[in-house]
């Protein structure tokens, strides 16, 4: 990466991670694990509820996201080989069973890398299971690519989510 990319990255994660804490708000939350931590954007326009992974040796969070007119898309992360990072992806009406990878590539509305922030703007990966939720997740150009999916229009989601969700609260 230039030296120009790699300033233009901090910049951007500089900017969304002050939209996050701002999105917060000063309100401190008590504690929760990340495996019962609900999320918000600033738009309300998306709402992400983790779900324990049941043991998965693979996946390490799942949860839903809940866009308007009743639209859940199913998340999950799994951490990549090699360089290690936590790799996110959003479905939509995927067939179950038994499936190629040609029908999941179908059904995937966003892959990315998931990233978390604190409160005092440092960013990181997202954690499995088992830790405090951190305050903010980013989803690099997750509104643009659930734009251009085929649930977003008519028969699906109106509202585009941002790419920050901040912590709103914890599943009992």
């Given at each position: 990466?230039?030296?120009?990319?790699?300033?233009?990255?901090?910049?951007?994660?500089?900017?969304?991670?002050?939209?996050?804490?701002?999105?917060?708000?000063?309100?401190?939350?008590?504690?929760?694990?990340?495996?019962?931590a609900v999320?918000?954007?600033?738009?309300?326009?998306?709402?992400?509820?983790?779900?324990?992974?049941g043991g998965?040796?693979?996946?390490?969070?799942?949860?839903?996201?809940?866009?308007?007119?009743?639209?859940?898309?199913?998340?999950?992360?799994?951490?990549?080989?090699?360089?290690?990072?936590?790799?996110?992806?959003?479905?939509?009406?995927?067939?179950?069973?038994?499936?190629?990878?040609?029908?999941?590539?179908?059904?995937?509305?966003?892959?990315?890398?998931?990233?978390?922030?604190?409160?005092?703007?440092?960013?990181?990966?997202?954690?499995?299971?088992?830790?405090?939720?951190?305050?903010?997740?980013?989803?690099?150009?997750?509104?643009?690519?659930?734009?251009?999916?085929?649930?977003?229009?008519?028969?699906?989601?109106?509202?585009?989510?941002?790419?920050?969700?901040?912590?709103?609260?914890?599943?009992e």
């Amino acid at each position: 990466m230039t030296s120009s990319a790699h300033f233009r990255s901090r910049v951007f994660f500089a900017a969304v991670l002050a939209a996050g804490v701002a999105q917060t708000g000063s309100a401190a939350l008590a504690a929760c694990p990340l495996e019962l931590a609900v999320y918000g954007d600033a738009e309300n326009a998306a709402e992400i509820d983790f779900r324990p992974t049941g043991g998965s040796a693979v996946v390490t969070n799942t949860f839903k996201m809940v866009l308007d007119n009743d639209v859940v898309l199913d998340g999950i992360v799994m951490w990549t080989q090699g360089v290690a990072r936590p790799h996110g992806s959003l479905m939509y009406k995927c067939p179950t069973g038994d499936v190629t990878g040609d029908e999941l590539a179908a059904c995937t509305l966003w892959e990315g890398v998931v990233y978390s922030a604190d409160d005092k703007g440092n960013i990181a990966l997202l954690p499995a299971e088992g830790v405090d939720a951190p305050k903010t997740l980013i989803f690099p150009d997750l509104g643009p690519s659930l734009q251009r999916s085929t649930a977003y229009g008519a028969n699906g989601f109106s509202k585009v989510p941002w790419d920050v969700f901040s912590l709103k609260g914890c599943q009992e």
